[in-house]
């Protein structure tokens, strides 16, 4: 089915572990973004990729890493993760025009 | 940089009372807006967007925003709310195509919306 899936769904991980969050997109689209969701911070942007091998950092890139080397895989990794790094992450893709479409979401925590 | 602020962080209304929620952005240059909500336990869905023309947009279940350039807003609002619009709702920009920085898309803090039977 054509759409935007995210793996794994749950993860628990421990402190200073490297985790990978995974991101699948079918349309094509040029624009991926990933985003952390906190309470009472809304979404927050962390990377995003114009195309492929095109990244830029977003609103809280650090200890994050994003690769693009297919237009439909955006994965994003936590070199050393940390329990700041709790949270829900949420990939999405979208043409230029900004009308994006999520994935169902990760919910990491970092124990 | 472009930024977004919302204004009511927590709304709790009774059902068939009017809703209205703030958003302002800051960016100088022409930006697409767009208002998302996510149901509990659920992602962000598309409520609507607005790129250009009519600065009054409509959008899925009798949702509408406006579009106050001067002001640099687009606030959402339905009319009668239900207790199924119990949600989240998120206002965002990104800057126009042609512009620095096409395509990031960047959200407000959200607003909880509580709708009382």
């Known amino acids: 089915d054509a759409g935007i899936t995210q793996s794994p769904r749950y993860k628990i991980t421990e402190t200073g572990r490297q985790v990978t969050l995974m991101c699948h997109q079918t349309?094509?689209?040029?624009?991926m973004f990933w985003y952390r969701q906190d309470l009472g911070h809304g979404l927050r942007l962390i990377y995003y990729?114009?195309?492929?091998?095109?990244?830029d950092k977003g609103e809280v890139p650090d200890g994050y890493v994003v690769s693009r080397s297919k237009t439909e895989n955006f994965p994003l990794t936590l070199e050393s993760a940390t329990r700041s790094q709790t949270s829900v992450y949420f990939c999405?893709?979208?043409?230029?025009?900004?009308?994006?479409?999520f994935g169902q979401g990760t919910r990491l925590t970092v124990v | 940089a472009q930024s977004v602020s919302q204004h009511n962080h927590h709304v709790i209304l009774s059902e068939a009372a009017s809703l209205e929620l703030g958003c302002n952005y800051s960016?100088?240059?022409?930006?697409?807006l767009f208002w998302y909500v996510q149901y509990p336990g659920q992602h962000l869905q598309l409520l609507l967007k607005?790129?250009?023309?009519?600065?009054l947009v409509k959008g899925i279940k009798g949702f509408e925003a406006e579009f106050i350039k001067s002001k640099f807003s687009f606030n959402l609002r339905k009319p009668s709310v239900q207790w199924s619009d119990t949600a989240e709702y998120f206002c965002?920009?990104?800057?126009?195509f042609g512009s620095g920085n096409t395509g990031k898309l960047i959200f407000g803090q959200g607003t909880t919306l509580q709708v009382k039977p």
């Open positions: 965002a920009v990104t800057p126009e």
């Open positions: 960016y100088g240059g022409t930006v697409n």
């Open positions: 990729s114009a195309a492929a091998d095109i990244t």
């Open positions: 349309w094509s689209h040029s624009y």
């Open positions: 607005y790129f250009s023309g009519d600065p």
């Open positions: 999405a893709s979208s043409e230029w025009d900004g009308e994006a479409f």
